[in-house]
């Protein structure tokens, strides 16, 4: 038997009748926290491996550190982020299963060869970086190099497929907003690789580029604000409201995402560069992880949420009505 | 015991209940059994569905037994949902018929107390996957394991499933389910197994007053049409198709349901949505948008970080 709902909170979208208030649709049987933990990971490493290959081209003090982290942090997506998402298979044994086939009209297809492509060429750039001075094993800094590019291009689409892969499915929450989700989500990748290259390079007192990366994180932050209050704008619009009532909701997006991960961290980089550089410096690590924490609970808060408006028979009623269909092209 | 039923009682293994009748042995399976059951014939490379008229279901549930009898499903719970006759509450894993069971209210939102002579107060529909012309839990499926039959039909191969999970989110009607013990997905297979055989559905077959109609779609279009306009002729005015082509339930470029409903109430009453969408629609720009904002933060590094060389 399936859980029976309380009836919707807040301002209900559907007034008329339902079957007995129960369900009409099945919430995403992911485990929040797991394929939580992949996308702001995946998000991450993607954005972190574009951002090695754009300092390599930039080259700003200490370019060459940066990139090495970036391409260490890459690592992140084929390691712990590819276990995520095996553990959180019910047949993980059959992960293999995946690469099968080839289905664009699935981003989880899509996405399954992002990451193959993504792991591919960032371990050729990391096995470069750590390799590529041992003699006899020289060869790998060409292919190094030659795996820069694509690797940041998978990393650009690594942190942000998954939005895609969250809209194109029918849980209210996420199929309403497939645009300002996926740069809610692009943003937020950009603003945490730049969070944990940032406290990289102030552990290596490069302040001079960390000041940098933490002025981009502020430009990705604001980016992530923008798109965080059109979501909440078109949510509202299609009766969705209420999805924020929850308590994963006001915990996860609001505190979480919104205030500890957006809010906080645009007041303190902000701060950081009206002070001079040295005064800044503990604002500035703080801000960071204000930022990766507020990342990894925008993940999970707008799974959470997700399912509840998929649960919720007068959110998901009143969301399929034909007045929030497409337009006609 | 006549010749031939002897011979068979000989051939395969026979309950003992089976030898009360030996007039009923049969040499094998009757080829194309469906044109005596449902007048139609089962052939590769047809489309094949349901329709089903929610004003002649009785609430029986011989859908539900059958389905889980052919297709050997255990029950999903033993218990009350105290709220109707339903006591089943939903498709999932383990049910792919369900009959909705809805009490019709009065005007003032109370039971209606008096009825009109033959009338009932009782809305049933028996629900089930509705093997969408574009479906998106077919669409969502990373491993292939859900593929679209030589009937027209979408089937999950059990074999191939990893239990991503996909599926589930991405059904409009939240028919697909997970089987936690198991870990694959499950749904109504339209009895392709059957359908191999050249039987009609087990649901279909057991239904006692042709409220799920088996068939050919277009064949089963044209008689639901053609039901509409008999209901509306006498009175019932609410009388409608759910999955008709581009119509309700068949919206947002779902392309048409190849099980579709004449319901006579709004579809929310029996939890079914009035205008669902095809998510593969939103892929492209959830993809685009997403690509668009890394571009544009590149640039942004680009230039902010590039001022280390001025």
């Not at chain 1, 590019?149 to 939005?163: E, K, Q, R």
């Not at chain 1, 919104?258 to 703080?286: F, K």
């Not at chain 2, 042709?210 to 005015?237: H, K, N, W, Y």
Request: aromatic share 6%; charged share 15%; glycine share 12%.
């Amino acid at each position: 038997m399936h859980d029976m709902p309380g009836p919707a909170q807040g301002g209900s979208a559907y007034d008329g009748p339902t079957y007995y208030d129960r369900p009409s649709l099945k919430p995403a049987p992911f485990n929040t926290t797991v394929v939580g933990g992949y996308i702001f990971l995946a998000g991450l490493a993607g954005a972190a491996q574009m951002l090695a290959a754009l300092v390599r081209r930039a080259r700003p003090p200490g370019f060459r550190r940066v990139a090495r982290t970036g391409h260490a942090l890459s690592l992140l997506a084929p390691t712990l982020g590819a276990g995520l998402l095996i553990y959180d298979l019910h047949t993980p044994q059959r992960f293999a299963n995946m690469l099968r086939i080839f289905r664009r009209t699935s981003p989880m297809s899509i996405g399954t060869w992002v990451l193959m492509a993504f792991s591919g060429s960032s371990l050729a750039t990391v096995a470069a970086d750590w390799l590529g001075r041992v003699p006899g094993l020289r060869w790998l800094r060409p292919l190094g190099r030659a795996a820069e590019l694509p690797a940041a291009v998978s990393g650009a689409a690594l942190g942000t497929y998954t939005a895609s892969l969250l809209s194109a499915t029918s849980t209210p929450l996420w199929a309403a907003t497939p645009r300002a989700l996926a740069v809610r989500f692009g943003a937020s990748s950009v603003a945490s690789a730049c969070a944990a290259l940032s406290l990289a390079e102030r552990r290596a007192d490069n302040h001079r580029t960390a000041r940098d990366l933490d002025t981009l994180a502020l430009a990705a932050l604001g980016v992530e604000l923008a798109a965080s209050l059109a979501c909440r704008r078109r949510w509202r619009a299609v009766g969705l409201g209420a999805a924020e009532d929850t308590v994963s909701g006001k915990v996860l997006l609001e505190g979480g995402a919104d205030l500890v991960g957006t809010a906080l961290p645009i007041a303190l980089h902000a701060a950081a560069l009206a002070a001079p550089p040295a005064a800044s410096r503990r604002g500035s690590a703080l801000g960071s992880f204000a930022t990766l924490i507020g990342s990894l609970c925008l993940r999970i808060g707008v799974l959470e949420a997700g399912d509840a408006t998929a649960l919720r028979p007068r959110e998901s009623l009143g969301f399929a009505q034909p007045r929030n269909l497409p337009r006609q092209r | 015991m006549s010749v031939t039923a002897e011979r068979s009682v000989q051939a395969v293994h026979v309950h003992p209940r089976a030898r009360d009748y030996p007039g009923s042995f049969l040499d094998g399976v009757i080829p194309n059994e469906s044109e005596l059951t449902c007048g139609t014939r089962i052939e590769p490379g047809k489309s094949y569905g349901f329709f089903t008229d929610t004003t002649l279901c009785i609430g029986c549930k011989a859908c539900e037994v059958a389905c889980k009898e052919w297709n050997a499903l255990p029950a999903d719970s033993v218990g009350f949902t105290g709220m109707s006759y339903d006591n089943t509450g939903g498709l999932s894993a383990n049910t792919w018929r369900h009959v909705a069971f809805i009490e019709k209210r009065g005007p003032t939102g109370t039971r209606q107390t008096d009825q009109d002579a033959f009338q009932s107060g009782w809305l049933m529909m028996s629900d089930v996957c509705k093997h969408c012309h574009n479906a998106p839990c077919l669409e969502a499926c990373p491993t292939g394991a859900l593929f679209r039959t030589e009937f027209d039909t979408v089937v999950v191969q059990q074999d191939i499933c990893n239990g991503c999970g996909y599926c589930v989110p991405a059904c409009p009607f939240g028919v697909v389910d997970l089987n936690p013990l198991d870990g694959k997905a499950h749904k109504c297979t339209l009895c392709y197994d059957r359908l191999k055989g050249g039987l009609e559905p087990a649901c279909a077959k057991a239904c006692p007053t042709d409220s799920i109609q088996f068939g050919e779609v277009p064949e089963l279009q044209a008689r639901a049409e053609q039901r509409v306009e008999q209901l509306q002729s006498l009175g019932v005015a609410g009388a409608h198709l759910y999955g008709a082509p581009g119509g309700e339930g068949a919206t947002g470029g779902l392309g048409h349901l190849n099980a579709f409903f004449l319901l006579t109430e709004r579809p929310e009453t029996y939890g079914l949505p009035p205008a669902p969408t095809r998510p593969a629609n939103r892929v492209a720009p959830g993809l685009l948008a997403g690509l668009a904002t890394m571009a544009g933060l590149a640039l942004g590094a680009l230039a902010l970080l590039g001022g280390g060389r001025r």
